[in-house]
């Protein structure tokens, strides 16, 4: 029989609205099909009843934290405290609604109006087809589209729209408009240089390079993160693969990637890959085998040596399935 897999995948934000005081329903996911602000999707509701009834199994509830803290921080021992429950979950016409009982400081969070939105956690199988709502989470990230508005924001400053800004823009602007407005802007100063009737140091040109500087700097920022993001999205995609010895070299690939991205993505695929016990990709050791009632093999041993991963880590993570993690 063949055994499905299924992702976890993180979709940002789904806005509250402009009520005062915490809300008691929080809509969850939009019906029919959604996509995020970066491409990724579509994540589609087919079967809402269904996805209800998986996610709420026999008196369960599901938590809500800050900020994905349960997914990104629990594995590093960080804190992440539930800031209220799911207890109910709803089909609607608009999608999937969930029945929240805030905690005291989940209250005093949405009487602050600390968050602009929930960010829930999903269970997807390859064809983008959502199961299961796992958690959801207090977030000021937007990205998952077609969902009702908490507020938005962005963590730090949103270099795009400050360039737009500097510009003199619109703010529908794309990157061509942005990148040839800021040739232009280079262009004109080169030239003001080059002027022998140029006073470099008259205080409307002195402004201007101020300006041009900035200008530069905001686009490398944007520009390197963009390189780090499509990096960490290479590099995470071949560890949850299981490429060996992917995962203790995630920084020295990600840094990789960012220079020589061909040269990153044909050493990755060049690595084997272990799932659960099996290694594909390569030559495979001998004495490969597990034992048949569900111990590990010398193989197993070998991984869990080289890696410094405890049996029970170990035999936690091939009890998962073939599932992974998707931070969006």
């Known amino acids: ?184 802007k280079l262009d004109g100063c080169q030239q003001a240089e080059q002027s022998q009737k140029l006073d470099l140091t008259h205080p409307t040109i002195v402004a201007l390079q101020s300006q041009i500087t900035e200008l530069a700097n905001t686009n490398k920022t944007l520009v390197d993160g963009n390189a780090r993001r499509d990096a960490e999205a290479v590099v995470d995609a071949g560890i949850a693969a299981g490429r060996v010895g992917l995962k203790p070299l995630r920084e020295e690939y990600i840094s990789l990637h960012m220079a020589e991205p061909a040269k990153a993505v044909k050493m990755i695929e060049g690595m084997p890959i272990l799932t659960g016990t099996t290694l594909t990709g390569g030559a495979l050791p001998e004495n490969v085998g597990t034992v048949a009632s569900g111990g590990l093999g010398a193989v197993d041993h070998q991984v869990m040596s080289l890696f410094g991963v405890s049996e029970a880590d170990y035999k936690a993570d091939l009890a998962k399935g073939g599932k992974r993690v998707e931070v969006l």
């Open 1 to 184: 029989m063949t055994k499905q897999t299924s992702f976890t995948a993180l979709c940002s934000v789904v806005p509250f609205g402009e009520n005062d005081g915490p809300p008691e329903w929080v809509h969850l996911l939009p019906a029919g099909s959604a996509r995020t602000v970066d491409g990724r999707g579509p994540y589609r509701v087919v079967s809402p009843q269904s996805i209800c009834a998986a996610s709420m199994q026999a008196g369960k509830k599901l938590p809500i934290d800050e900020a994905h803290a349960t997914d990104k921080g629990a594995a590093s021992g960080q804190p992440h405290p539930a800031r209220g429950w799911i207890v109910e979950m709803e089909p609607r016409a608009d999608g999937i609604w969930g029945r929240v009982d805030w905690n005291n400081s989940g209250k005093a969070l949405m009487e602050d109006r600390a968050y602009a939105g929930i960010s829930p956690v999903i269970l997807h199988d390859k064809a983008g087809n959502v199961h299961q709502v796992l958690r959801a989470s207090l977030t000021n990230t937007p990205n998952l589209q077609g969902l009702t508005a908490l507020q938005s924001e962005e963590i730090g400053m949103d270099w795009k729209a400050k360039l737009i800004e500097l510009l003199g823009l619109d703010s529908a602007a794309d990157d061509a408009a942005i990148g040839a407005a800021l040739k232009a």
